[in-house]
């Protein structure tokens, strides 16, 4: 099964479950040129989509999801004959643009259109290279199961012209009996006519007219901090004309986008309303203000939010000898504009102008380790981690200029290798840089990754920080891997034998002679001193 990751970065978590059938090789039947990459002429009109759709979210499950927040562009010729839809199928953001017959208050969407091309693409199952070939929409039946279906290129998919929206017709579900009919992608060539597993059905597009911020031309910014917790990064602050403009809230979707509040130079409040971001890929983003309330978890602690109608904007508090402001609420960008939905969050952000300094970091820890689970036909560890970016002293550090290390048992540094990482761009790293991500087993922001060994009693984590041109390093602290904390203690008590050494759970080496009671980790077994 050939899947096409082109909303988001999915970690498939084990090889196909599905057989394919045996497929003959056919002549071409389309190429590249048939794809339209550049925006067409004509008036251009942004939508938010409500709806179904049916992702393949990894190689084991089909999911029946909504479309809800996704974002569509359609281009209106000015003859008014033709319109042009851009990310057609919600899930599948190729950036391509189809094209629809305009007749009296429908449109009609020819299906056979491509929307993406495979140039050099290789055979999962034989791992060799074979035929180019397409994908092309079509309408697509699910009876049941996603393996039961039936597709045709013949024909066309309508929408209706219902005043500002746009409505899918001719499209079903009965999510019980797993029976859809909508508009889908199958593709071409050697595969001509096999199901993706993408399909939308019972799409409305209703329009939107929410513009970006612009901040006034030639604005002078100050590079600040935006900190939340122990967690933080850079963006861009101007103040300009009782307005103060950031670029660079969101880190991850939006990075780009600039929110705009007002200063009260009486209050010394700043009030950022809700307002739009900007668009990712298929779905659209808003700046908006949530409640929270924190919650004791495994963790040590996490936010919940919860969407205030009649709150949706935030105010700041602003200091201005240091030029600082902060908040108690959420500041969040969300993929709604009137509910909470795929969000980042940043709990009481605080902006603060930023001054590079040496220092030590704060202790990294290792929040959980699986050392019992099943991944990419491996028996891996799976490792939460929690790397601040402030020192000891609750500073701001530059993330570009922060790494860390992991150590197993005896101090024994792990380092990563191509070899089992095979998308990193050496053959070992020692030092793992802060924001650094191989985009398949190593998540950047030191915030989880696989690894490829099991059996070790503890592993720790380590800092390194080369702010203000000095190398400042933490401990190493440890961590005892979740097997090793289950039920099945044995029970010693006052044990002085030195055949092998002692830990806690917290991963300290302890000594036999002396020990208080409580539950230690030796040679991989548990015991309880009582």
Not at 78 to 91: E, L, P, V, W
Not at 276 to 283: E, K, L, M, P, T
Not at 392 to 397: K, L
Request: glycine share 8%; net charge negative; hydrophobic share 35%.
């Amino acid at each position: 099964m050939r899947k096409l990751l082109l909303l988001t970065l999915s970690l498939v978590l084990g090889a196909s479950a599905f057989a394919q059938p045996m497929r003959k090789i056919g002549p071409m039947k389309a190429d590249r040129s048939d794809i339209i990459l550049t925006q067409p002429e004509g008036e251009l009109r942004t939508y938010i989509r409500t709806g179904g759709c049916v992702d393949v979210v990894s190689s084991l499950f089909v999911h029946d999801l909504r479309q809800d927040g996704t974002f569509a562009r359609v281009v209106f010729s000015d003859d008014g004959k033709t319109a042009y839809f851009q990310n057609i199928i919600s899930r599948a953001a190729t950036g391509a643009w189809v094209k629809g017959n305009i007749k009296g208050d429908s449109i009609e969407v020819p299906y056979g259109q491509l929307v993406y091309w495979f140039d050099n693409p290789v055979n999962q199952e034989t791992g060799k290279p074979e035929a180019p070939y397409g994908l092309q929409l079509a309408g697509v039946t699910m009876k049941g199961a996603h393996t039961e279906y039936t597709a045709t290129t013949k024909g066309s998919a309508l929408f209706l012209i219902r005043g500002d929206s746009l409505v899918l017709v001719n499209t079903s579900a009965d999510l019980n009996e797993k029976n859809i009919t909508g508009l889908g992608l199958t593709y071409t060539n050697q595969y001509d006519g096999e199901w993706s597993y993408y399909m939308d059905y019972e799409t409305v597009y209703r329009q939107v007219d929410d513009v970006p911020v612009t901040p006034p031309e030639g604005v002078v910014t100050e590079r600040y901090s935006l900190t939340h917790g122990i967690y933080g990064h850079f963006v861009d602050v101007a103040f300009a004309r009782g307005n103060v403009y950031i670029k660079g809230v969101s880190d991850d979707y939006v990075p780009n986008a600039w929110i705009c509040g007002t200063l009260d130079e009486e209050t010394n409040k700043i009030y950022f309303p809700r307002q739009v971001a900007g668009s990712y890929q298929v779905y659209m983003f808003y700046f908006i203000g949530a409640d929270m309330e924190k919650v004791d978890d495994y963790y040590g602690g996490q936010y919940t939010y919860t969407f205030n109608p009649d709150s949706t904007g935030i105010v700041f508090d602003y200091d201005p000898q240091t030029r600082s402001f902060w908040t108690e609420r959420g500041l969040v960008v969300n993929n709604a504009k009137d509910s909470l939905d795929r969000f980042e969050r940043y709990p009481k952000a605080t902006f603060r102008p930023y001054t590079e300094k040496a220092g030590t970091p704060s202790a990294p820890r290792i929040l959980k380790i699986d050392d019992q689970f099943w991944a990419h036909g491996y028996k891996t560890s799976m490792m939460a981690m929690e790397v601040p970016v402030c020192d000891e002293e609750g500073n701001f550090m530059d993330p570009s200029k922060l790494a860390y290390r992991l150590y197993v048992d005896d101090d024994e540094p792990y380092n990563i290798y191509k070899d089992e990482y095979p998308n990193i761009p050496v053959d070992e790293i020692e030092e793992i840089p802060y924001y650094f991500t191989d985009n398949r087993y190593l998540y950047p922001k030191g915030n989880f990754m696989y690894i490829f060994q099991n059996g070790f009693e503890r592993m720790g984590i380590q800092s390194i920080y080369y702010g203000g041109g000095e190398r400042h390093e933490t401990g190493i602290y440890y961590t005892v891997p979740n097997s090793l904390q289950d039920d099945g203690v044995e029970e010693f008590v006052n044990s002085k034998s030195s055949n092998g050494k002692l830990f806690d759970l917290s991963g300290r080496q302890m000594q036999h002679a002396n020990l208080t009671k409580g539950l230690y980790i030796k040679n991989g077994k548990k015991y309880l001193i009582k």
